[in-house]
């Protein structure tokens, strides 16, 4: 399936546009409705995969999870279908970038990267209050919507390989992965999803803090050489400190903390869930970071960070994530396919055997 779809429609509803992008497994399209209304953005598996049970799987766990959440934070689904060809979802149009192409090209001042950061854990707290799991949290599945009064949104992306654990709510949890497998991305993952052991909600913080972590300074907290030197930074080197590692950055302590508590080695350090490192991150208070020589706000009572218009206006990029659920970026580190067994020191000497072990690419 590629730019052939041009002027084709699908299931009767939707005429294909134009190509928005396309991935190692899927496509995203412009699209209009027959039926009237804005231009939508149509995400559909290339052939080969649409009869694929595992890849259609995931593509059905997105459409499912994004219908369920409603939410400024979350990108929303217009609609989902089959069609002989396989499945589709349909999802509103943005113009904007993704976050890690917005942060590389702009280079934005520290108060707007914590804002969309901010944006990002409060889409995040979302979804777990409603019992989802993201677990491929990553600045490339966050997308960075400018709207026509010139203000910005963050929206997250890509529910490929949610997890859903509210069972009266989404039913019996179906299993999609064969135990031992590890999904995601190295640069975000968590230690624990890093060697394959069981992830909840915890595991999202983790993620998300090497999200905020990268907002505010243009890099991951960890930067192996090898992939596996990034897995074993993970599990045991302690999180850099942002002023060292971004030049000119000044914040508050109480910023570097929430980070240092979101990014703990063990579960049980870190913040329960998004929606408790969203308080966390609302009590600090403002400015939260800024470049070195601006002037700084004394702290005072913490406030709510509120959209600033993007002042320079990037170039223009729709909506078009065309990575099918669960496929990896093109911009950040494949997923690894490694076996090995690994024994490291996590605060105390925790022997982890991996053996057999696989990142699936």
Do not use: C
């Amino acid at each position: 399936m590629a730019s052939d779809l041009v002027g084709q429609v699908i299931d009767g509803r939707y005429r294909i546009v134009s190509e928005l992008g396309a991935g190692g497994v899927g496509a995203v399209y412009r699209a209009e409705q027959l039926a009237g209304g804005p231009l939508v953005a149509l995400k559909m598996l290339h052939d080969e995969y649409g009869t694929d049970a595992e890849s259609r799987e995931r593509f059905q766990r997105e459409a499912r999870a994004l219908n369920g959440l409603q939410h400024p934070n979350i990108v929303g689904v217009v609609d989902f279908g089959m069609t002989p060809e396989g499945p589709y979802l349909v999802m509103e149009l943005l113009d904007g970038m993704p976050f890690d192409a917005f942060l590389e090209k702009h280079e934005p001042e520290p108060a707007l990267a914590l804002e969309l950061a901010r944006q990002v854990v409060a889409g995040l707290a979302y979804a777990h209050a409603q019992g989802v799991l993201h677990r491929d949290m990553k600045t490339e599945n966050v997308f960075i919507a400018r709207f026509a009064d010139g203000t910005f949104h963050a929206k997250i992306l890509d529910f490929g390989l949610a997890k859903f654990v509210d069972d009266e709510r989404w039913g019996p949890a179906q299993k999609l992965t064969m135990t031992g497998a590890v999904f995601g991305t190295p640069a975000y993952m968590s230690p624990e999803q890093g060697t394959g052991q069981r992830v909840d909600m915890r595991s999202d913080v983790y993620s998300t803090g090497v999200v905020l972590f990268e907002a505010l300074t243009g890099l991951w907290p960890f930067m192996g050489e090898e992939r596996m030197d990034m897995l074993r930074m993970h599990l045991t080197t302690p999180v850099p400190k942002l002023i060292d590692s971004k030049e000119g950055l000044e914040v508050r302590p109480e910023l570097q903390t929430v980070i240092e508590r979101a990014m703990a080695k063990l579960p049980e350090q870190r913040f329960a869930n998004a929606g408790e490192m969203l308080v966390a991150m609302d009590a600090v208070p403002r400015p939260g970071a800024w470049r070195r020589g601006a002037p700084a706000a004394r702290p005072g009572q913490p406030q709510p960070y509120a959209p600033q218009p993007f002042g320079q206006q990037p170039e223009s990029m729709s909506y078009a994530r065309a990575q099918s659920s669960g496929s990896g970026g093109s911009s950040g580190p494949p997923w690894l396919v490694i076996g090995v067994g690994v024994a490291v020191l996590v605060g105390i000497v925790v022997a982890i055997a991996a053996v057999g072990l696989f990142f699936v690419f």
